[in-house]
Protein backbone atom coordinates (compact mmCIF):
# COMPACT_ATOMS: atom_id res chain seq x y z
CA UNK A 1 0.00 0.00 0.00
CA UNK A 2 1.20 3.70 -0.92
CA UNK A 3 2.28 5.96 2.24
CA UNK A 4 -0.54 8.73 2.89
CA UNK A 5 0.54 12.05 1.47
CA UNK A 6 -0.22 14.65 3.92
CA UNK A 7 -1.05 17.15 0.65
CA UNK A 8 -3.54 14.60 -0.37
CA UNK A 9 -4.79 14.31 3.06
CA UNK A 10 -5.66 17.84 3.55
CA UNK A 11 -6.98 17.64 -0.09
CA UNK A 12 -9.19 15.11 0.08
CA UNK A 13 -10.64 15.53 3.85
CA UNK A 14 -9.54 18.22 6.08
CA UNK A 15 -8.36 20.47 3.86
CA UNK A 16 -11.61 22.80 3.41
CA UNK A 17 -11.68 22.68 7.33
CA UNK A 18 -7.84 23.35 7.81
CA UNK A 19 -8.03 26.12 5.45
CA UNK A 20 -10.29 27.52 6.53
CA UNK A 21 -8.09 28.71 9.54
CA UNK A 22 -5.86 30.35 7.02
CA UNK A 23 -6.98 33.89 8.03
CA UNK A 24 -3.67 35.90 7.61
CA UNK A 25 -2.25 37.09 3.88
CA UNK A 26 0.51 34.57 2.37
CA UNK A 27 3.20 36.82 0.98
CA UNK A 28 5.58 35.02 -1.81
CA UNK A 29 8.82 33.36 -0.62
CA UNK A 30 10.30 36.10 1.58
CA UNK A 31 13.93 35.73 3.23
CA UNK A 32 14.05 34.69 6.87
CA UNK A 33 14.54 38.46 8.14
CA UNK A 34 16.87 39.66 11.51
CA UNK A 35 15.08 40.51 14.32
CA UNK A 36 15.44 43.68 16.16
CA UNK A 37 18.14 43.41 19.12
CA UNK A 38 15.16 43.50 21.46
CA UNK A 39 11.43 41.90 22.89
CA UNK A 40 9.54 39.12 22.18
CA UNK A 41 9.99 37.40 19.03
CA UNK A 42 8.10 34.33 18.07
CA UNK A 43 8.05 31.89 15.33
CA UNK A 44 5.26 29.85 14.25
CA UNK A 45 4.69 26.82 12.01
CA UNK A 46 1.17 27.08 9.53
CA UNK A 47 -1.07 29.50 8.82
CA UNK A 48 -2.71 29.06 12.08
CA UNK A 49 0.30 30.21 13.56
CA UNK A 50 -0.70 33.63 13.70
CA UNK A 51 -3.39 33.53 15.98
CA UNK A 52 -1.25 31.04 18.26
CA UNK A 53 1.06 33.86 18.18
CA UNK A 54 -1.49 36.95 19.16
CA UNK A 55 -2.10 34.78 22.59
CA UNK A 56 1.44 34.02 22.99
CA UNK A 57 2.11 38.06 23.20
CA UNK A 58 -0.75 38.68 25.51
CA UNK A 59 0.49 36.17 27.66
CA UNK A 60 3.67 37.17 27.73
CA UNK A 61 2.48 41.13 27.70
CA UNK A 62 0.09 40.53 30.77
CA UNK A 63 3.24 39.36 32.86
CA UNK A 64 3.27 35.77 32.14
CA UNK A 65 6.86 34.07 31.52
CA UNK A 66 7.67 32.73 28.18
CA UNK A 67 6.74 29.50 28.77
CA UNK A 68 3.80 30.50 29.88
CA UNK A 69 3.33 32.35 26.76
CA UNK A 70 4.37 29.18 24.41
CA UNK A 71 1.68 26.67 25.89
CA UNK A 72 -1.12 29.26 26.04
CA UNK A 73 -0.41 30.15 22.11
CA UNK A 74 -0.59 26.74 21.28
CA UNK A 75 -3.51 26.08 23.50
CA UNK A 76 -5.24 27.82 20.73
CA UNK A 77 -4.55 25.66 18.12
CA UNK A 78 -5.26 22.95 20.03
CA UNK A 79 -8.91 23.94 21.35
CA UNK A 80 -9.67 24.96 17.65
CA UNK A 81 -11.74 22.23 15.78
CA UNK A 82 -11.43 23.66 12.27
CA UNK A 83 -7.22 22.59 12.69
CA UNK A 84 -7.74 18.84 12.18
CA UNK A 85 -4.32 18.09 12.90
CA UNK A 86 -3.93 19.19 16.21
CA UNK A 87 -5.48 19.16 19.94
CA UNK A 88 -9.98 18.36 19.99
CA UNK A 89 -11.08 17.30 16.94
CA UNK A 90 -7.18 15.86 15.49
CA UNK A 91 -7.97 13.36 12.63
CA UNK A 92 -7.80 9.85 15.30
CA UNK A 93 -5.79 6.85 14.61
CA UNK A 94 -6.36 3.68 12.71
CA UNK A 95 -8.79 2.58 15.57
CA UNK A 96 -10.73 5.86 15.74
CA UNK A 97 -9.24 7.16 18.85
CA UNK A 98 -7.76 11.24 19.11
CA UNK A 99 -4.22 10.45 20.18
CA UNK A 100 -2.17 13.21 21.21
CA UNK A 101 1.72 14.28 21.25
CA UNK A 102 2.93 17.62 22.47
CA UNK A 103 6.46 18.73 24.26
CA UNK A 104 8.30 21.96 25.60
CA UNK A 105 11.32 22.46 26.55
CA UNK A 106 12.97 25.58 28.48
CA UNK A 107 16.11 26.52 27.21
CA UNK A 108 17.01 28.13 30.28
CA UNK A 109 16.27 25.42 33.07
CA UNK A 110 17.30 23.30 29.83
CA UNK A 111 14.58 21.37 31.22
CA UNK A 112 11.62 19.91 28.78
CA UNK A 113 8.37 18.23 29.71
CA UNK A 114 6.34 15.76 27.40
CA UNK A 115 3.55 13.53 26.72
CA UNK A 116 2.94 10.75 23.99
CA UNK A 117 -0.05 8.89 22.75
CA UNK A 118 -2.39 11.02 25.32
CA UNK A 119 -6.19 10.11 24.59
CA UNK A 120 -9.20 12.58 26.06
CA UNK A 121 -7.28 15.48 27.06
CA UNK A 122 -7.39 18.38 24.46
CA UNK A 123 -4.26 20.09 25.68
CA UNK A 124 -1.06 18.48 25.38
CA UNK A 125 1.00 21.13 25.71
CA UNK A 126 -0.60 21.81 29.10
CA UNK A 127 0.34 18.43 30.58
CA UNK A 128 3.80 18.21 29.02
CA UNK A 129 4.28 21.88 31.00
CA UNK A 130 2.93 20.23 34.02
CA UNK A 131 5.84 16.98 33.93
CA UNK A 132 8.58 19.93 33.66
CA UNK A 133 7.09 21.74 37.08
CA UNK A 134 5.64 18.86 39.16
CA UNK A 135 7.34 15.77 38.39
CA UNK A 136 11.38 15.03 37.93
CA UNK A 137 10.67 12.88 34.44
CA UNK A 138 10.29 14.40 31.46
CA UNK A 139 7.78 11.91 28.97
CA UNK A 140 4.84 10.20 29.89
CA UNK A 141 3.07 7.73 27.50
CA UNK A 142 -0.21 6.52 27.18
CA UNK A 143 -2.32 5.45 30.63
CA UNK A 144 0.06 7.03 32.34
CA UNK A 145 0.33 10.34 30.72
CA UNK A 146 -3.94 10.55 30.85
CA UNK A 147 -4.20 9.72 34.89
CA UNK A 148 -1.23 12.08 35.36
CA UNK A 149 -3.47 14.83 33.67
CA UNK A 150 -6.54 13.86 35.74
CA UNK A 151 -4.55 14.40 38.89
CA UNK A 152 -3.23 17.51 37.50
CA UNK A 153 -7.10 18.88 37.34
CA UNK A 154 -7.33 18.41 33.40
CA UNK A 155 -10.75 16.79 32.31
CA UNK A 156 -11.08 14.24 30.12
CA UNK A 157 -12.92 14.98 27.19
CA UNK A 158 -14.07 13.52 23.70
CA UNK A 159 -11.68 14.32 21.23
CA UNK A 160 -13.71 13.57 17.94
CA UNK A 161 -16.03 15.83 16.37
CA UNK A 162 -18.67 14.99 13.76
CA UNK A 163 -15.88 16.33 11.06
CA UNK A 164 -13.11 14.50 12.29
CA UNK A 165 -15.56 11.06 12.50
CA UNK A 166 -16.69 11.37 9.31
CA UNK A 167 -12.71 11.22 8.52
CA UNK A 168 -12.36 8.55 10.37
CA UNK A 169 -15.37 6.88 8.96
CA UNK A 170 -14.50 7.44 5.04
CA UNK A 171 -11.08 5.88 5.47
CA UNK A 172 -12.45 3.17 7.23
CA UNK A 173 -14.95 2.16 5.05
CA UNK A 174 -12.66 2.38 2.35
CA UNK A 175 -11.59 -1.11 1.21
CA UNK A 176 -8.41 0.39 -0.57
CA UNK A 177 -7.65 2.93 2.26
CA UNK A 178 -4.15 3.41 2.81
CA UNK A 179 -2.18 2.42 5.87
CA UNK A 180 1.02 2.08 7.70
CA UNK A 181 2.12 -1.00 8.11
CA UNK A 182 3.76 -1.16 4.78
CA UNK A 183 5.70 2.92 5.18
CA UNK A 184 4.31 5.50 6.25
CA UNK A 185 0.05 10.27 7.15
CA UNK A 186 -0.43 14.53 9.35
CA UNK A 187 0.85 19.14 10.57
CA UNK A 188 2.26 20.31 13.84
CA UNK A 189 2.13 23.63 15.66
CA UNK A 190 5.74 24.14 16.31
CA UNK A 191 6.78 27.70 18.47
CA UNK A 192 10.34 28.89 19.02
CA UNK A 193 10.15 31.69 21.44
CA UNK A 194 12.74 34.29 22.97
CA UNK A 195 11.98 37.16 25.37
CA UNK A 196 14.46 39.18 23.78
CA UNK A 197 16.84 38.54 26.50
CA UNK A 198 18.32 35.45 25.09
CA UNK A 199 15.77 33.40 26.91
CA UNK A 200 14.45 30.48 24.59
CA UNK A 201 12.01 28.35 24.53
CA UNK A 202 10.34 25.49 22.03
CA UNK A 203 6.77 23.82 22.08
CA UNK A 204 4.96 21.61 19.76
CA UNK A 205 1.90 19.80 19.84
CA UNK A 206 0.05 17.65 17.18
CA UNK A 207 -2.66 15.00 16.59
CA UNK A 208 0.14 12.99 14.39
CA UNK A 209 -0.36 11.58 11.32
CA UNK A 210 -3.75 10.38 10.74
CA UNK A 211 -4.45 6.84 10.76
CA UNK A 212 -1.50 6.39 12.69
CA UNK A 213 -0.80 2.66 13.57
CA UNK A 214 -2.09 3.26 17.45
CA UNK A 215 0.51 3.48 20.02
CA UNK A 216 2.96 5.25 17.56
CA UNK A 217 4.91 8.35 18.91
CA UNK A 218 7.17 9.89 16.79
CA UNK A 219 9.36 13.54 16.34
CA UNK A 220 6.74 15.83 18.26
CA UNK A 221 6.81 14.11 21.94
CA UNK A 222 10.13 13.43 22.04
CA UNK A 223 12.60 15.77 23.34
CA UNK A 224 15.20 16.94 20.77
CA UNK A 225 13.54 15.70 17.52
CA UNK A 226 10.57 18.04 17.93
CA UNK A 227 11.30 20.39 19.46
CA UNK A 228 14.78 21.89 21.76
CA UNK A 229 15.82 24.91 23.18
CA UNK A 230 19.43 25.86 24.73
CA UNK A 231 19.60 29.74 25.84
CA UNK A 232 23.38 29.22 25.02
CA UNK A 233 22.60 28.92 21.26
CA UNK A 234 18.84 28.88 20.36
CA UNK A 235 15.84 26.87 19.60
CA UNK A 236 14.27 25.01 16.54
CA UNK A 237 11.19 22.57 16.03
CA UNK A 238 9.90 20.34 13.44
CA UNK A 239 7.01 19.57 11.62
CA UNK A 240 6.28 16.87 8.34
CA UNK A 241 7.09 13.03 8.53
CA UNK A 242 8.37 12.71 12.06
CA UNK A 243 8.57 9.09 11.40
CA UNK A 244 11.74 10.25 9.36
CA UNK A 245 12.97 12.86 11.17
CA UNK A 246 13.27 11.36 14.43
CA UNK A 247 16.50 9.13 13.02
CA UNK A 248 17.72 12.26 12.79
CA UNK A 249 16.99 14.51 16.04
CA UNK A 250 16.30 17.27 13.37
CA UNK A 251 16.14 20.26 16.59
CA UNK A 252 18.78 19.19 18.63
CA UNK A 253 21.09 18.91 15.14
CA UNK A 254 19.49 22.28 14.29
CA UNK A 255 20.28 23.86 17.53
CA UNK A 256 23.86 22.03 17.76
CA UNK A 257 24.73 23.41 14.42
CA UNK A 258 23.66 27.11 15.96
CA UNK A 259 25.77 26.55 18.92
CA UNK A 260 28.81 26.35 16.16
CA UNK A 261 28.32 28.87 14.87
CA UNK A 262 25.52 28.52 11.78
CA UNK A 263 23.02 31.06 11.73
CA UNK A 264 19.27 29.90 12.00
CA UNK A 265 18.49 29.47 8.07
CA UNK A 266 21.86 27.76 7.71
CA UNK A 267 21.35 25.10 10.21
CA UNK A 268 17.61 24.38 8.65
CA UNK A 269 19.07 23.94 5.76
CA UNK A 270 22.09 22.35 6.44
CA UNK A 271 20.04 19.35 8.55
CA UNK A 272 17.60 19.03 5.29
CA UNK A 273 20.63 18.68 2.82
CA UNK A 274 22.51 16.08 5.46
CA UNK A 275 18.93 13.66 5.28
CA UNK A 276 18.96 13.79 1.70
CA UNK A 277 22.81 13.22 1.36
CA UNK A 278 22.91 10.03 3.81
CA UNK A 279 19.32 8.71 1.97
CA UNK A 280 18.56 10.20 -1.68
CA UNK A 281 14.84 9.39 -1.32
CA UNK A 282 14.60 11.76 1.70
CA UNK A 283 14.48 14.27 -0.48
CA UNK A 284 10.97 13.63 -1.43
CA UNK A 285 10.11 13.63 2.20
CA UNK A 286 7.59 15.88 3.81
CA UNK A 287 10.18 17.68 6.24
CA UNK A 288 9.85 21.16 7.40
CA UNK A 289 11.88 23.17 10.21
CA UNK A 290 11.82 26.49 12.14
CA UNK A 291 14.45 27.92 14.42
CA UNK A 292 15.67 31.17 16.16
CA UNK A 293 18.76 31.67 17.88
CA UNK A 294 19.19 33.63 21.34
CA UNK A 295 19.65 36.86 19.03
CA UNK A 296 16.17 36.51 17.79
CA UNK A 297 17.17 35.76 13.92
CA UNK A 298 15.35 33.00 12.52
CA UNK A 299 15.39 30.41 9.59
CA UNK A 300 12.99 28.19 8.40
CA UNK A 301 13.65 25.24 5.40
CA UNK A 302 11.60 22.98 3.77
CA UNK A 303 12.89 20.04 1.91
CA UNK A 304 10.59 20.48 -1.09
CA UNK A 305 7.48 21.32 -2.80
CA UNK A 306 5.31 19.06 -1.60
CA UNK A 307 4.83 20.41 1.83
CA UNK A 308 6.03 23.92 1.90
CA UNK A 309 6.10 25.18 5.40
CA UNK A 310 3.51 28.13 5.80
CA UNK A 311 4.62 30.02 9.19
CA UNK A 312 4.01 33.31 11.63
CA UNK A 313 6.30 35.51 12.44
CA UNK A 314 5.45 37.85 15.70
CA UNK A 315 7.84 41.06 15.93
CA UNK A 316 8.46 44.26 17.14
CA UNK A 317 4.80 43.64 18.68
CA UNK A 318 2.94 42.40 15.55
CA UNK A 319 2.15 39.77 13.47
CA UNK A 320 4.06 39.77 9.69
CA UNK A 321 2.57 38.00 7.14
CA UNK A 322 1.88 34.66 7.23
CA UNK A 323 4.94 33.76 4.50
CA UNK A 324 6.40 30.79 3.04
CA UNK A 325 9.62 28.78 3.63
CA UNK A 326 12.23 28.24 1.00
CA UNK A 327 12.69 24.79 -0.29
CA UNK A 328 15.85 22.94 0.07
CA UNK A 329 14.97 20.69 -2.59
N1 LIG B 1 5.60 15.49 12.79
C1 LIG B 1 4.26 15.07 13.08
C2 LIG B 1 4.27 13.58 13.28
O1 LIG B 1 4.93 12.92 12.52
C3 LIG B 1 3.25 15.42 12.02
C4 LIG B 1 3.43 16.75 11.30
O2 LIG B 1 4.10 17.64 11.80
O3 LIG B 1 2.89 16.93 10.19
O4 LIG B 1 3.56 13.09 14.15
Known amino acids: MEPIDRRDFMR ?26 SGLVLLTTWQWGGKANERAAEVFHSGGTLLDAVERGINVIEDD ?3 MTVGYGGVPNADGVV ?3 AAIMDGTRHRAGSVCSLHMIKNPISVARQVIEQTSHTTLAGEGAFLFALKMGFQPQQLLTPESLEVWMKWKANPNRKTFWLKENHDTIGM ?9 VAGCSTSGLAFKIPGRVADSSLVGCGVYADDNAGAASAT ?8 YCTSISIVSAMS ?7 ACEEILRHMAKTDPKNRYA ?10 GELGNASMNDTMRLRYAVWRNGRNEPIAESPTVY
Do not use: F, W, Y
Open 12 to 37: SVAGTAALAAADLPVTATPQPALSSS
Open 81 to 83: PKV
Open 99 to 101: ELD
Open 192 to 200: TATDGKGHM
Open 240 to 247: GNGDLMTN
Open 260 to 266: RGASPQE
Open 286 to 295: QCAVIAMNNR
